[in-house]
């Protein structure tokens, strides 16, 4: 008896202290209305940027992006000075954070690469900075060119799978790149987005390990995932970057993460 | 036996007929733009290639055909604004090649 309620207030103490610890992955997150952009659709497309807890929902405060661009047919299009202030929060948090938002109209066919750079996110858990390189692409009208290109980030993920248009349960391979070279053995961890759009019921993990997924890329950068429910997953890849950034006169390590998102849907 | 070997010899020849199909499955697509009085048509495949030589036909809200014209070797083909109404651009390749695009009148 005496033991049971041992085990039980343990329990509720791990409860308790779990989502401080590590039991959880800070993703930049880069989510388009839609991953596809069909003849009768709008071209008007709606971006939401945020730091946020993907699986749990907990967001965090974003300081304006350093870099916001789209990159299609090659070219780059700066649309730093388009991102507008939000807020945003998961239910159970008590005051808001800065989110950031935009729309973009699409003109012409062709894969649109969306990026972006966050600016450096102090994490004092984890006593380091963390800037999240981060990419979604769109397809619009049928021209299914330009997703294996390089932004040329610090960091990022170039997909092997052609990242749009996706089943669930597809596998999403990409390889991940450190300053243009394939980053050996490096650790992605995959997180679903619990606030999908169309998420018919909250997804709870029955213990921490659920929470992020991880797996480790190959001698060549390159690494797998199934995707086992519809909505948008995480993957983001992290690395320590060989320069730091100082904090209260201190110099601190900086986790560079190369983050991709792509969209599942079910098969009906 | 006979008939056996027959159904298998079909069964060789239908997949042997179906295997140009793979490359037919690419599907064709028309994008069209308003630039001054000018409409500009591009058609492609999903990997880029241009449909080239495949037959454009513009149509009206009422469905009638105002004009038609062939895509150069870029895919590309150009006519003046006919009329300022929504209009359908079809694009025909050829064995089933077909798809269109609804310029807006708003796009004009």
């Known amino acids: ?268 | 036996m006979r008939t056996r070997c027959n159904i298998v010899l079909l069964l060789s020849l239908t997949l042997l007929l179906m295997a140009p199909c793979a490359v037919l499955a690419h599907k064709v697509n028309v994008f069209a733009y308003v630039e001054g009085e000018t409409v500009r048509t591009e058609s492609y495949f999903p990997d880029g290639r241009p449909v080239a030589g495949g037959t454009i036909e513009v149509r009206d809200r009422s469905e009638t055909i105002l004009l038609a014209g062939k895509t150069d070797e870029k895919g590309l083909f150009s006519f003046p604004l006919p009329k300022k109404e929504d209009l359908t651009i079809v694009i025909n390749a050829g064995m089933g090649h077909r798809n269109s695009y609804l310029l807006k009148e708003t796009e004009m």
């Open chain 1, 1 to 268: 008896m005496h033991l049971k309620q041992f085990l039980t207030g343990s329990a509720i103490f791990i409860c308790a202290i779990g989502p401080a610890a590590s039991g959880q992955a800070h993703f930049a997150a880069l989510i388009p209305a839609d991953d596809i952009i069909s003849q009768g659709d709008g071209k008007q497309l709606k971006l939401a940027v945020k730091f946020i807890h993907p699986l749990d929902r907990h967001y965090m405060e974003m300081a304006r992006p350093v870099q916001f661009g789209v990159l299609q047919n090659g070219r780059k299009t700066d649309l730093l000075a388009t991102l507008s202030e939000g807020k945003g929060k998961a239910p159970e948090q008590d005051r808001d954070f800065t989110t950031w938002r935009t729309t973009y109209q699409v003109k012409r066919p062709g894969d649109y690469t969306f990026y972006l750079e966050p600016a450096p996110y102090w994490e004092p858990a984890e006593d380091l900075f963390i800037v999240h390189y981060t990419k979604v692409c769109v397809n619009a009208l049928g021209l299914e060119e330009g997703w294996d290109q390089p932004v040329d980030l610090e960091t990022e993920i170039i997909p092997l799978t052609r990242p749009y248009g996706l089943w669930s349960n597809n596998l999403f391979t990409g390889r991940v790149m450190v300053k243009g070279k394939p980053a050996a053995g490096a650790e992605v961890e995959v997180e679903y987005l619990n606030e999908s759009p169309g998420n018919p019921s909250l997804v709870k993990a029955p213990s921490d390990p659920y929470v992020t997924q991880v797996v480790k890329a190959d001698a060549d950068g390159v690494f797998s995932y199934a995707m086992p429910r519809a909505g948008w997953w995480g993957f983001a890849a992290l690395s320590e970057a060989d320069w730091k950034l100082r904090k209260d006169g201190l110099e601190k390590g900086v986790e560079i993460g190369a983050v991709y998102w792509v969209h599942t849907t079910d098969m009906k």
